[in-house]
């Protein structure tokens, strides 16, 4: 049997909604959703700035309650400490953010084994206020720390002490919340297939008008393996994922996702037209105009076909990245596609269907299906990925569409051969994740000069005999 190192826990979060409720509890539940919306607004005031840097979340509470009580508000004291937590983890999380984010920086302004120390030594004073005395890393926190505010005022978070759930069937629970006042609770059904239990947040959904109640499902746990297979992805627009194995998942991915992007289009279109009309008709025929906004442009039906797309489209990646794990446990590479495309023009149409692409589904969608998995993945550089080629390692070749067309002629799936290209990177010890696109070039042009060095040819040759692109003649390592 193959050695395991550990075991992690398969957590998933489900949704169900509230089917039952008597008018005064609702009343109650707004208002003191209303209430708490101030309690969150305030927490994020005094704790998201850069001086609570690093706070304990267990901490927040007495920060909070130095200048704003329960009382003052008419809130029990539990249900305000549960909210402050939340918001203090919230914090905590997007203090991460901006540190992951930091780093980057960190790395592409020192890089090289030269400079590893200065780095590991910046990455220190970032997990303190430390940072505050360096002036370079003090303005890297600036650029991307960004404050937080809420206006959030349609949740409620309990814990399990405050709420018990009692089976009335099959598929209905009753929850008895806590409430405004001491010993009186706030009963309400929900439909469910599972027994609520642990954190639960009571969430009005204000454009479905309904109330839904969130909560963590523990589906077991998954044993990790010491040996983990090596796999290399590619995300693409035409399929989800195509791995380094050449097995393409998420096929319909680009058609249902273009599908929808042309509907956008020539709606908002009619639409433009319409308004157009209605402002028109707005001083020669008020009604006529009336009944346009009224009836033709209004968003609800949109809204609900909107929503419909999006579930399609996130159905199929998350089908995608539960085949591609297909219950394995894997070492998976993957692109860090986290920033934008830069000093790339692209048609009006190319933009518009990237913008529906969803990118940061498909990175929660492989990071979701690892943990459950026991699998891990690795971000690598993207630049260049899909224009090596696999077999040389080389810049010698060309893509085009679905094709990649190698120096001697031989075509190569284009994907597959970019998800190779990922898996090699993986363990490239000259290109990190931080390394920008000029440096990156740099290493290939290199490594290009001296396979043809072994063909007695030098870069020159190449692009005149049409095997390099003739841009790499711009780049100060050619």
């Known amino acids: 049997m193959p050695k395991t190192v550990g075991v992690t826990k398969?957590?998933?979060?489900?949704?169900?909604?509230?089917?039952?409720?008597?008018?005064?509890?609702?009343?109650?539940?707004?208002?003191?959703m209303k209430k708490l919306g101030t309690v969150r607004s305030e927490s994020y005031n005094k704790l998201g700035?850069?001086?609570?840097?690093?706070?304990?979340?267990?901490?927040?509470?007495?920060?909070?309650?130095?200048?704003?009580?329960?009382?003052?508000?008419?809130?029990?004291?539990?249900?305000?400490?549960?909210t402050v937590s939340d918001v203090a983890k919230a914090i905590t999380a997007s203090q991460a953010a901006c540190t992951d984010a930091v780093v980057k920086k960190i790395y592409k302004r020192f890089p090289g084994k030269d400079n590893q120390k200065t780095r590991k030594e910046l990455c220190n004073q970032l997990k303190t206020l430390a940072f505050l005395d360096n002036p370079l890393l003090h303005r890297f926190v600036r650029k991307e720390f960004q404050r937080g505010h809420s206006w959030v005022n349609n949740q409620i978070v309990y814990q399990q002490g405050g709420y018990k759930c009692k089976r009335l069937s099959r598929n209905t629970y009753q929850l008895e919340l806590a409430g405004l006042r001491r010993g009186k609770r706030n009963k309400i059904v929900v439909r469910s297939n599972r027994h609520i239990k642990g954190q639960i947040r009571l969430i009005h959904n204000q454009l479905l008008q309904k109330f839904e109640i969130y909560f963590l499902v523990d589906h077991g746990?998954?044993?990790?393996?010491?040996?983990?297979?090596?796999?290399?992805?590619?995300?693409?627009?035409?399929?989800?994922?195509?791995?380094?194995?050449?097995?393409a998942h998420g096929k319909d991915l680009g058609k249902i996702a273009t599908k929808k992007s042309d509907r956008i289009c020539a709606k908002n279109r009619n639409r433009g037209k319409l308004w157009a009309l209605h402002r028109k008709l707005e001083k020669i025929d008020p009604a006529k105009s009336a009944r346009i906004l009224k009836n033709n442009l209004t968003r609800k039906t949109e809204n609900?076909?909107?929503?419909?797309?999006?579930?399609?489209?996130?159905?199929?990646?998350g089908a995608a990245s539960k085949s591609l794990f297909n219950g394995e446990s894997l070492k998976v590479f993957a692109e860090d596609l986290t920033q934008p495309i830069r000093n790339k023009r692209?048609?009006?149409?190319?933009?518009?269907?990237?913008?529906?692409?969803?990118k940061g589904v498909m990175r929660d969608s492989l990071q979701k299906w690892a943990d459950w998995t026991g699998s891990v993945v690795t971000e690598v550089q993207p630049s260049y990925t899909s224009q090596i080629d696999s077999v040389t390692g080389t810049l010698l070749g060309k893509r085009s569409g679905d094709s990649f067309?190698?120096?001697?002629?031989?075509?190569?799936?284009?994907?597959?051969?970019?998800?190779?290209?990922?898996?090699a990177r993986g363990t490239d010890k000259e290109i990190s994740r931080y390394m920008n696109k000029a440096e990156v070039q740099a290493v290939l042009l290199r490594r290009t000069a001296r396979f043809l060095k072994g063909m007695g040819l030098s870069l020159a040759d190449a692009v005149e005999l049409g095997w390099l692109d003739s841009k790499h003649e711009l780049c100060s390592g050619f």
């Open 304 to 317: 609900r076909r909107y929503r419909k797309n999006q579930s399609e489209i996130t159905a199929i990646i």
């Open 221 to 247: 746990t998954v044993e990790i393996p010491a040996d983990r297979r090596a796999v290399g992805i590619d995300k693409g627009y035409t399929e989800a994922f195509y791995d380094s194995d050449g097995q």
């Open 405 to 423: 067309t190698r120096f001697d002629g031989v075509v190569l799936q284009a994907d597959h051969n970019a998800a190779q290209n990922i898996l």
């Open 346 to 358: 692209q048609s009006k149409a190319v933009s518009r269907k990237l913008n529906s692409w969803m």
């Open 49 to 82: 700035s850069i001086s609570h840097w690093k706070l304990d979340w267990k901490k927040a509470y007495p920060e909070v309650r130095s200048f704003r009580t329960p009382e003052s508000l008419g809130l029990p004291s539990k249900l305000m400490e549960w």
């Open 10 to 32: 398969k957590i998933s979060t489900q949704i169900v909604p509230v089917v039952g409720m008597a008018e005064s509890v609702e009343v109650e539940l707004l208002s003191t």
